[in-house]
């Protein structure tokens, strides 16, 4: 039976994991953490539908479940390399060899450091929390500010650490933008009186469902909208944050004083993955996410035969996305190991 | 008459003569020019004469258009070209001279010609009948002038040769590439290196006629007789005597139109800052037009920026800045503008010249237009009461306001030492016009400082503390204060010293990097090492620091860096600093937001550090 090793336990590396135990490989996942799942385990509710992530996480946990598919918790990928006769091999970080015909990278995002946009105040005022704090703060069932005030008024800012060339990240992080309206929504579900202002460049509600999302959240719920970018966050004596925004569309300079200040923070690639994609010499693109041969025919291998990727490890992704992008990859797997299996019976 | 004459100027000395006759024409017609269009005062040059001034300037010019002290303490390949061609030849001259006057039997000769003692060895050979007998004439028996100037010419000749390996072959230097060049550059050039080839092999050809010579030229003479019959021999050396004069002879003539200038003008350029000349706001200044002049296209600079080294920008540089305006060539904007305004290069410069005032001068003379009403709305939003008598002024800045950790930390601190202040841009600041100075736009940005001098001496204040180095040079230097300004790295010192802050010392090993503006700019950088100390383990590795130190890329001085330049220069100054990858802790907000970009380990200002560590 062909083997394949797939690096990372998240939505993709499990998605692909079930496809090919089906199509009849022997799969070895590693995962670095203790739990499969990756980042959907943090959050709570997930759009466009608000379904509860666990379900996500316990539909992969189950395509996992098969005999073809030997899972390594709390292991990381040290070191690969390539065999002679074209195959690998890998060392875990338990020291432990795994062989493997080919190799499929599912090794995910970053999600942004907010302290890394400093002037936003995270890890700085105590009011300043990113959108994954936010999720946290979902599944406890409560939001509140630090001081366990039940926040009146809330600030949500869009594309921090994406689409900012101060940072370094041109590009677009694609979840941010409906994640801020299902975060505004639930805010206004949740706190019957509050106010909750979101602070956007452009709204990008491209997906099934979004735009949806996008009008109930005006109509039903009033959430106040602004086109601007943030330019200044200072704390208050009472840990309140007051904001000095340029409203665009009015043309005007606006200030406020919010109790909460969230940060959509974006993707960022893996930095840790990166001596192992150097010491095979697999391309990245200049934002760091790993390069594919093609974007509209190749979308699922590297420019090393034999290793793959799928998932958010070359550009952000919604989960739906990524589950396609893991099927894709699976099959483009399978039909490489066949089509080798099927020259050599030739 | 006509034999007598050609006794004295045998034709071939002509084209040197007629070089060298219009070398000192440019000179003194170059000073005189340059004097009468300074603009600070023309009768300032006067006190250059003072005999304290003098004595320094002929120092200065020993030291550094003859010995180059400054290029060796650079690079010492460098420095032995420039020493061995400009000291080499210096030397040569003089050792001509006083042979020429021993040939010509001691002194009380009277006035020797130029190019007597240049082709000393042509006339000393035609003319030997007039030996003198004295002490002396033992020494030149013996050989000990025919010696040192061999001895001259060969240490010429390796300089020489260095500057063809330079030009060739740049890394040998250490350097990534040399300055590119002009017509009048190659046509100098070209002469400047045939000359010494062509002394030697006049000499050569004339020692081995008349077996003269010592170890250099009579060695070689003496295998150019063996192999050449002595009839051609002496028909050869004439030719070889007029290629020698004719490439001198193009070289002084080319000087003006080259970089060789830098020969004339340096001497000037010394002397004018030796009398207290400064510089003035335009480039046609005569002071600023002796500094573009005095530039040697050495390329130390080029080699000195980090726009070369860390991006592949190399072409705006002062060696070219220099150039372009010698030679009034419109400036692109990339000239003007992809510059850091680091100072890196003033710096490094051996000729001590100060490319950043060019370059701004350039820039301010771009706006044509300016805008006498830009902040006419700075009075209105400013409407807060004077403060009631505080003792400090703390000024946080644009920089400072979009990294609220060195604010709040400040905060913390002047709390902690129980000070009398007042947090002056608390609720928005004003700029402190340091970056429309840079842009060029003079008059916006003093619209900026009145308003902003009007605040700080309404306060009452007695001290001004800033956390930005930009703010804190603006503050100190351009602004006039009736009161002191320090920089909060001074200031925190100041605080520890009079036991108003107590600290506790950690074993936190953490690399510290000068930031430019504070370290090159204001010259601070014993206070933040001191404070550091205080409360951490520092590690310090980088070799270019203090007044060297290298800038983050961050600069507000160019428009035109992209932020992947940017980052490059951050990602390459890092490696220096801080190869251990300790917490690295700056002084600067600027330095700070740059840093954490590229940075693998936590960047802190040193105000964080120190709020951290305040004993309870
Ligand atoms: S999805 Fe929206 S918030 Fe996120 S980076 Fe793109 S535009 Fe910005
Ligand atoms: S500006 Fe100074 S360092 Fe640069 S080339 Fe000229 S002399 Fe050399
Ligand atoms: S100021 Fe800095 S960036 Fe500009 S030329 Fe000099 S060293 Fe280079």
């Not at chain 2, 002929?58 to 390949?77: A, D, G, M, P």
């Not at chain 2, 600067?588 to 709020?611: G, N, W, Y």
Request: charged share 20%.
């Amino acid at each position: 039976m062909k083997k394949v090793l797939i690096i990372g336990g998240g939505v993709a590396g499990m998605e692909a994991a079930g496809q090919l135990a089906v199509l009849g490989y022997s799969v070895v996942l590693v995962e670095r953490k203790d739990v499969l799942g990756g980042h959907v385990r943090k959050w709570d509710r997930l759009f466009p539908n608000k379904r509860p992530s666990e379900e996500v996480v316990n539909h992969l946990l189950q395509k996992v479940q098969h005999p073809n598919v030997e899972i390594r918790l709390k292991r990381t990928v040290t070191d690969l390399r390539r065999n002679p006769n074209g195959s690998f091999l890998a060392i875990l970080s338990d020291q432990s060899p795994v062989s493997a015909d080919v190799v499929l990278f599912a090794t995910g995002y970053h999600l942004f450091d907010a302290y890394r946009k400093e002037e936003y105040g995270y890890g700085i005022y105590n009011n300043v929390i990113t959108s994954a704090d936010l999720e946290r703060m979902f599944k406890n069932g409560e939001v509140k500010t630090a001081e366990g005030k039940i926040p009146q008024r809330v600030g949500i800012v869009h594309c921090v650490g994406s689409r900012d060339t101060k940072c370094g990240n041109l590009y677009c992080s694609r979840v941010c933008c409906v994640t801020g309206v299902k975060q505004a929504i639930e805010l206004k579900e949740l706190i019957p009186n509050v106010e909750v202002f979101n602070f956007y460049m452009d709204l990008r509600m491209f997906g099934r469902g979004f735009e949806q999302l996008y009008l109930e959240a005006q109509q039903k719920h009033r959430v106040r909208f602004v086109r601007g970018r943030l330019s200044e966050a200072s704390e208050t004596q009472d840990h309140g944050i007051f904001l000095k925004v340029d409203d665009t569309l009015v043309g005007r300079p606006m200030k406020m004083t919010v109790d909460m200040l969230v940060l959509m923070v974006g993707f960022e690639p893996r930095k840790t993955t990166f001596p192992l994609l150097e010491s095979l010499g697999i391309e990245k693109n200049e934002d760091g996410f790993i390069k594919i041969r093609d974007c509209h025919f190749d979308e699922n291998r590297t420019n090393v035969d034999g290793i793959y990727v799928a998932g958010t490890c070359t550009s952000a992704k919604s989960i739906s996305e990524t589950i396609n992008d893991a099927c894709s990859a699976a099959l483009q797997i399978h039909r490489n190991l066949s089509a080798k299996v099927k020259d050599k019976r030739k | 008459m006509y034999k007598y004459f050609l006794d004295i100027f045998p034709l071939f000395t002509i084209p040197f003569n007629v070089g060298l006759l219009f070398f000192i024409c440019t000179m003194i017609y170059k000073t005189l020019r340059w004097t009468m269009e300074i603009e600070d005062s023309q009768w300032k040059i006067l006190k250059g004469f003072l005999p304290q001034n003098i004595w320094a300037s002929v120092k200065e010019i020993c030291r550094e258009s003859l010995l180059h002290l400054r290029i060796f303490k650079q690079n010492l390949l460098l420095g032995y070209m420039h020493t061995s061609l400009a000291f080499g030849w210096f030397l040569l001259i003089v050792f001509g001279n006083i042979e020429a006057k021993i040939v010509r039997g001691g002194l009380g000769t009277g006035f020797e010609l130029p190019h007597y003692p240049i082709f000393l060895k042509y006339f000393a050979t035609e003319g030997s009948h007039s030996l003198p007998k004295t002490v002396i004439d033992f020494s030149i028996r013996t050989g000990f002038f025919d010696f040192m100037m061999d001895l001259l010419l060969l240490i010429i000749l390796s300089g020489c040769c260095l500057a063809y390996l330079k030009r060739f072959h740049s890394t040998t230097f250490g350097m990534k590439r040399t300055t590119k060049l002009r017509l009048g550059d190659k046509i100098t050039m070209g002469a400047l290196w045939c000359i010494f080839p062509a002394r030697l092999i006049a000499e050569s050809i004339t020692s081995g006629a008349y077996g003269t010579g010592s170890f250099l030229t009579g060695t070689l003479g003496n295998v150019f007789a063996q192999i050449i019959p002595q009839a051609y021999l002496l028909k050869s050396v004439a030719p070889f005597w007029w290629i020698y004069s004719i490439t001198l002879g193009i070289f002084f003539v080319g000087v003006p139109y080259s970089r060789y200038m830098h020969i004339l003008s340096e001497p000037v350029l010394i002397f004018m800052r030796n009398a207290g000349v400064k510089p003035s706001k335009k480039n046609s200044d005569g002071f600023s037009q002796a500094e573009i002049f005095s530039c040697s296209r050495c390329g130390i600079c080029v080699n000195n920026c980090q726009l070369a080294r860390a991006t592949e920008i190399r072409s705006m540089q002062p060696t070219y800045l220099n150039r372009e305006i010698r030679h009034h060539v419109p400036l692109s904007q990339e000239m003007l503008r992809t510059c850091l305004m680091c100072g890196r290069c003033n710096v490094t410069c051996p000729v001590k010249i100060d490319s950043i005032q060019t370059r701004a001068n350039e820039r301010r003379a771009m706006w044509s237009k300016h805008n006498e009403n830009c902040f006419a709305y700075l009075p209105k939003v400013l409407k807060e009461s004077a403060e009631n008598s505080v003792d400090v002024l703390y000024f946080a800045g644009c920089m400072t306001h979009l990294t609220p950790v060195i604010k709040n930390s400040m905060m913390k601190i002047m709390r902690a030492a129980d000070e009398n202040f007042q947090f002056l841009d608390e609720n928005g600041t004003i700029c402190c016009g340091r970056p429309l100075k840079l842009s060029g736009q003079e008059v916006e940005a003093e619209q900026l400082m009145a308003a902003n001098k009007e605040r700080i001496i309404n306060s009452g204040a007695k001290l001004l503390v800033t956390s930005c180095p930009i703010c804190y040079n603006t503050f100190k230097n351009e602004y006039n204060l009736p009161i002191e300004v320090v920089h909060h790295t001074e200031y925190i010192q100041r605080l520890i010293a009079e036991g108003k802050l107590q600290l506790t010392k950690t074993d936190e090993q953490v690399a510290y990097h000068d930031p430019c503006e504070l370290a090159r700019g204001t010259h601070v950088t014993v206070a933040p090492r001191e404070v550091l100390n205080a409360i951490a383990v520092l590690d310090e590795q980088a070799k270019q620091k203090g007044e060297k130190t290298l800038c983050c890329g961050g600069s507000l001085g160019s428009t035109r860096a992209t932020n992947e330049q940017r980052q490059n220069i951050a990602k390459a100054a890092l490696r220096h600093i801080n190869p251990d990858k300790h917490t690295l802790v700056t002084a600067c907000p600027m330095c700070k937001r740059t840093f954490a970009q590229v940075s693998d380990t936590k960047v802190v200002d040193i105000s964080e550090l120190v709020a951290k560590n305040i004993k309870e």
